[in-house]
């Protein structure tokens, strides 16, 4: 299972990332989304890695907080490292889609939840 919530935290990144590229005009070659999902998908890999480690389950709206704000944060140091540009708009937009994103699926799958049970 949480592969399956760590499957759908990396797809809300690559959709922020595909929508950003294409926002930008900065094409969605396979080159391009790998060179900005990179330091996201090693914030992710950080953040699950500490649900992990501390038991913690990735159901939680506490856990989509958490995920998403390891996620921005060492997504935008690694971005500065590789010489990639974080502008505060950008740290913004970023931290809110990924939030929102991962903030959204748990809802759904709660809800779902809720309903095969009733």
Do not use: C
């Not at 992710?44 to 992990?52: H, K, N, S, T």
């Amino acid at each position: 299972m949480r592969a399956l919530r760590g499957s759908l935290d990396f797809a809300v990144v690559l959709v922020f990332v595909t929508i950003g590229r294409a926002h930008h005009n900065d094409g969605e070659t396979t080159r391009g989304i790998f060179t900005t999902t990179w330091p996201f998908a090693v914030g992710l890999i950080l953040a699950w890695l500490f649900l992990i480690k501390t038991k913690r389950g990735g159901w939680t709206y506490k856990a989509a907080v958490l995920v998403a704000s390891v996620t921005t944060a060492v997504g935008m140091i690694l971005r500065v490292i590789a010489g990639q540009g974080t502008a505060t708009s950008f740290i913004i937009v970023a931290f809110s889609f990924l939030l929102f994103g991962m903030l959204a699926w748990r809802l759904i799958a709660k809800r779902l939840e809720k309903r095969r049970a009733s």
